[in-house]
C-alpha cells in the first residue's frame, strides 16, 4: 500500500511538472510575435499556438488543454491590450490542446499532422466568431465586422501553418528525446490508453463534445458582457468629449461678445480669490 501510494503520488508530481513545464513554453511562446492592428482589435502572429499543439500531441488532451489554456491564459493577464479576454483565452486554447491531444491516437506522421490541424481548426472558429461577436455589439456594422475577421482570418491561418509545421517535427524529437526519462511513461501510456478507448467505442466523446459547447457557450455570454460594457463606456466617453466642447465653444463666444460691446468680463470666483 504504502509503495502504490508513493507511485500516485509520484505520477500526480509528474503530471504537475508536465502542465507547468508546457504552460511556461506556451507562454514564452506568445512572446515570439507581431502585433497586427486591424481598426478595431488588435490580431498577431505569433509562436504560442504551436506550443499549445506540441502540449496536445505530446501529453494527452487534459493535460496538453490545461497547459494551453494556463500559458495563453496568462500571457493576456499580463498585457493591457489583452487582460480582459484571459478568460475566453484560456477556453479557447484549451479546445485547441484538448482537441489535438484526443485525435492523437496512435503515433503515425499522417495522424498527427491531422489531429495538429484539428487543433488549429477549432480554435480559429472559436476565435473568429469571437471578433466578429464583439465588433457586432460594440456598434460596428456587419460590414466592418466581416473586414475585422477577414484580416484576423489571414493572421489566424498563418499562425496555424507555423504551429503545425514547429510542433508536428518538434513532436516527433521530443518523443524520442523523452525514451531516457520519466516523463516517456506519461506519452507511452496516453498511446496505449487512447488505442484501448478506439476499439471499444467509434463514437465522439460526450465529455469533448460538452467541453466544447460549454466553451463556446461562455466564450459568447464573456464576449457579448465585454462588448456591452466597452460600448457603454465609450458612450459615456464621447458624452463628455461633446460637453467639454460646448462649454468651450460656449465661452469662446461670450469673449467675442465681450469683445464686441467693450464691455469688461466680470471676475470669475477663481481670479478674486487670487487677486485677494
Given at each position: 500500500?504504502?509503495?502504490?501510494?508513493?507511485?500516485?503520488?509520484?505520477?500526480?508530481?509528474?503530471?504537475?511538472?508536465?502542465?507547468?513545464?508546457?504552460?511556461?513554453?506556451?507562454?514564452?511562446?506568445?512572446y515570439?510575435?507581431?502585433?497586427?492592428?486591424?481598426?478595431?482589435?488588435?490580431?498577431?502572429?505569433?509562436?504560442?499556438n504551436?506550443?499549445?499543439?506540441?502540449?496536445?500531441?505530446?501529453?494527452?488532451?487534459?493535460?496538453?488543454?490545461?497547459?494551453?489554456?494556463?500559458?495563453?491564459?496568462?500571457?493576456?493577464?499580463?498585457?493591457?491590450?489583452?487582460?480582459?479576454?484571459?478568460?475566453?483565452?484560456?477556453?479557447?486554447?484549451?479546445?485547441?490542446?484538448?482537441?489535438?491531444?484526443?485525435?492523437?491516437?496512435?503515433?503515425?506522421?499522417?495522424?498527427?499532422?491531422?489531429?495538429?490541424?484539428?487543433?488549429?481548426?477549432?480554435?480559429?472558429?472559436?476565435?473568429?466568431?469571437?471578433?466578429?461577436?464583439?465588433?457586432?455589439i460594440?456598434?460596428?456594422?456587419?460590414?466592418?465586422?466581416?473586414?475585422?475577421?477577414?484580416?484576423?482570418?489571414?493572421?489566424?491561418?498563418?499562425?496555424?501553418?507555423?504551429?503545425?509545421?514547429?510542433?508536428?517535427?518538434?513532436?516527433?524529437?521530443?518523443?524520442?528525446?523523452?525514451?531516457?526519462?520519466?516523463?516517456?511513461?506519461?506519452?507511452?501510456?496516453n498511446?496505449?490508453?487512447?488505442?484501448?478507448?478506439?476499439?471499444?467505442?467509434?463514437?465522439?466523446?460526450?465529455?469533448?463534445?460538452?467541453?466544447?459547447?460549454?466553451?463556446v457557450?461562455?466564450?459568447?455570454?464573456?464576449?457579448?458582457?465585454?462588448?456591452?460594457?466597452?460600448?457603454?463606456?465609450?458612450q459615456?466617453?464621447?458624452?463628455?468629449?461633446?460637453?467639454?466642447?460646448?462649454?468651450?465653444?460656449?465661452?469662446?463666444?461670450?469673449?467675442?461678445?465681450?469683445?464686441?460691446?467693450?464691455?469688461?468680463?466680470?471676475?470669475?470666483?477663481?481670479?478674486?480669490?487670487?487677486?485677494?
Amino acid at each position: 500500500m504504502a509503495n502504490q501510494t508513493m507511485t500516485k503520488s509520484r505520477r500526480t508530481l509528474y503530471q504537475i511538472i508536465i502542465v507547468g513545464l508546457m504552460a511556461a513554453l506556451v507562454y514564452a511562446g506568445n512572446y515570439l510575435q507581431i502585433k497586427i492592428p486591424n481598426g478595431v482589435l488588435v490580431t498577431r502572429v505569433h509562436l504560442g499556438n504551436s506550443m499549445c499543439l506540441l502540449a496536445g500531441l505530446l501529453f494527452g488532451g487534459l493535460s496538453g488543454g490545461l497547459a494551453s489554456g494556463i500559458g495563453a491564459g496568462l500571457y493576456d493577464l499580463f498585457d493591457p491590450v489583452y487582460i480582459v479576454s484571459a478568460p475566453y483565452t484560456f477556453l479557447s486554447k484549451f479546445a485547441m490542446g484538448l482537441t489535438a491531444g484526443l485525435l492523437r491516437t496512435t503515433n503515425e506522421k499522417k495522424r498527427v499532422i491531422i489531429s495538429a490541424i484539428a487543433g488549429q481548426v477549432v480554435y480559429i472558429v472559436l476565435y473568429l466568431l469571437k471578433s466578429y461577436v464583439t465588433i457586432i455589439i460594440l456598434g460596428g456594422t456587419s460590414q466592418a465586422a466581416w473586414a475585422a475577421v477577414g484580416t484576423n482570418a489571414i493572421t489566424s491561418c498563418i499562425n496555424a501553418a507555423l504551429a503545425v509545421i514547429i510542433a508536428v517535427p518538434l513532436y516527433f524529437l521530443l518523443r524520442n528525446a523523452l525514451k531516457r526519462t520519466g516523463i516517456y511513461e506519461f506519452i507511452a501510456e496516453n498511446d496505449l490508453e487512447r488505442k484501448a478507448s478506439k476499439e471499444k467505442k467509434t463514437h465522439f466523446n460526450p465529455v469533448t463534445v460538452c467541453l466544447t459547447i460549454f466553451a463556446v457557450v461562455v466564450t459568447l455570454i464573456f464576449t457579448i458582457n465585454l462588448a456591452a460594457t466597452n460600448k457603454v463606456k465609450s458612450q459615456e466617453e464621447e458624452k463628455e468629449q461633446a460637453y467639454i466642447e460646448r462649454i468651450d465653444s460656449l465661452e469662446n463666444e461670450l469673449d467675442y461678445l465681450y469683445d464686441t460691446l467693450g464691455v469688461e468680463k466680470p471676475a470669475t470666483d477663481d481670479a478674486a480669490e487670487e487677486t485677494e
